[in-house]
């Protein structure tokens, strides 16, 4: 396995191309904005390395019986899935961003299971390559994306009646060893930062969409294949070295537009390619084990938000105020909720056709639904405690300024220590610190991944929704009533 420093030595041996504010960026590896997310990355290899957590980070490969890190691993058993969930809120404690790696674990899932019944279908070799590509993940202990989304367009229209063909990633050109394909993937978290790219279509598709029905793995310097860096509220205070209006100057999450443009890829990290029937199939299972995954990120994210909470409360001297007792309550327990919910849905998990280990699919998207709520209220309720405070507070330039002001010949910085002082023996920087904290994860950059990603990531509500609508058995229900009350037909 990688230690934290090889795999961020590994990105700069890349060529991916990387654009942000209308310019190339040559070395992204370093560039201020983009460096805190992939320090988050580096965590997962961390803490892979340290071996109070090797129970969770680590795992035994059911491919090559060989030690790797858990982001890489194909789920054996619930308890398997447990394990992702529990490692994934420790990944949330370590950082309080998205550490991103996940979505390529959940797209290994998805594939291998899919795939294995592709084949059984049509005779093609699809497990095969896949098994032989992931053997190559873990044995390099790569990062991987799973790119899903398209940018789709007019929503009311299938991928075959867009007005430009390239709305949704698609085949171009079948040769005999291999494809060609051309498209884009939007919002792709942690594309930058990674080493390969799974692609994967975005819905449910007809025969006339044959050509968009395709998945693949792709090297993300592949000739062809550029991204252009999203911007995050706030971004551009990351370009402040050290300064404590970051926030959190180590970590952060990352998004990118992914353009393919002809991009070739050889047969052998194919894993669909017009098979239309199945894309549904991938669709759902990869969605489902991303909506586990929010039962545990984002618990780990709030976690920290729910001690910072806490701390300001404390500094502010009203930490024995019972409202303020109670509103920590409130938010421990929608965090647990949701922890419940990624625990419920790993525990009931059974095994695919293929062998490995796939989440409750209703209980996984009752998760994902109740992340689209409860962070908000997390979120109302750490800023009810912050205060003001939390987006009134000069700048730490001035708190540190020895420009005098005062009569007495006081500089900015002491007029500023002065009035923002917190209660005694707690420094104003520790007040500060944990009030940009807050505004970074609330309304900042980190907030992309614990408010809006907890909306739309892994899918929007409606998407839950409709999930939920399929698996949730009204029929059989409906037959419990009436056993219930005597109803014959
Ligand atoms: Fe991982 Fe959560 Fe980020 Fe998805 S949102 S990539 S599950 S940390
Ligand atoms: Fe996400």
């Known amino acids: 396995m990688m230690t934290a420093t090889e795999y961020i030595d590994s990105l700069r041996k890349l060529k991916t191309r990387v654009y942000m504010f209308g310019e190339k960026i040559d070395n992204w590896v370093d560039h201020p904005i983009i460096r805190p997310s992939i320090n988050c990355v580096a965590v997962t290899y961390a803490l892979a390395q340290n071996p109070e957590y090797e129970d969770l980070m680590t795992v035994t490969s059911s491919l090559t019986g060989k030690k790797i890190n858990r982001f890489t691993h194909l789920h054996q058993s619930a ?123 975005t819905i449910a598709m007809g025969e006339a969409d044959s050509d968009y029905a395709v998945s693949f793995a792709c090297p993300a310097d ?39 443009d002809h991009v070739f890829i050889p047969n052998e990290y194919i894993f669909l390619n017009g098979e239309y029937e199945f894309a549904g199939m991938l669709v759902e299972r990869f969605a489902g084990y991303h909506r586990q995954s929010y039962g545990g990120c984002k618990v780990g994210v709030g976690d920290v938000v ?43 998990g059974c095994p695919t056709k293929a062998g490995n280990y796939q989440i409750d ?61 917190a209660r005694e023996g707690v420094s104003t920087e520790d007040r500060q610190k944990i009030m940009r904290f807050l505004e970074n994860v609330c309304i900042g950059a980190a907030a992309v991944g614990y408010r809006t990603e907890s909306l739309h990531g892994a899918g929007s509500p409606q998407a839950q929704r409709v999930m939920i609508a399929r698996q949730g058995d009204i029929q059989g229900k409906k037959k419990l009533a009436k056993a219930i009350t005597g109803i014959q037909n």
């Open 79 to 201: 308890e398997d899935l447990v394990k992702k969930v529990k490692m994934l809120r420790l990944c949330g404690r370590k950082t309080a961003s998205c550490f991103q790696r996940c979505v390529g674990m959940d797209a290994f899932n998805a594939v291998y299971s899919t795939t294995y019944e592709v084949d059984a279908v049509h005779g093609t070799h699809y497990q095969e390559n896949f098994k032989n590509f992931l053997m190559m993940v873990q044995e390099r202990d790569l990062t991987v994306d799973g790119a899903m989304t398209d940018p789709k367009g007019d929503r009311s229209k299938a991928p075959h009646e867009q007005k430009d063909p390239d709305l949704f990633l698609r085949v171009v050109e079948r040769r005999p060893d291999g494809i060609v394909v051309n498209g884009a993937k939007v919002h792709q978290t942690g594309a930058v930062n990674s080493h390969w790219i799974i692609f994967m279509p």
């Open 306 to 348: 729910i001690g910072a909470a806490a701390l300001a409360a404390e500094y502010n001297g009203v930490e024995k105020a019972s409202h303020i007792k109670d509103k920590l309550i409130e938010m421990t327990h929608l965090n647990e909720t949701l922890y419940s919910c990624g625990i419920a849905c790993s525990c009931e």
């Open 361 to 421: 699919l209703l209980l996984a998207n009752v998760c994902k639904q109740n992340v689209t709520r409860f962070p908000y209220e997390i979120v109302r309720l750490a800023e009810d405690i912050a205060g003001g405070l939390m987006v009134t507070m000069p700048s730490d330039a001035d708190f540190k300024s020895d420009l005098p002001v005062g009569s007495m010949g006081e500089t900015i910085g002491e007029i500023c220590n002065k009035y923002f002082a």
């Open 222 to 260: 592949a000739e062809g294949l550029y991204m252009v860096y999203g911007r995050q509220s706030c971004d551009t205070r990351k370009l402040e070295d050290g300064c404590i209006d970051v926030g959190n100057s180590k970590f952060g999450g990352q998004e990118a537009l992914v353009v393919l």
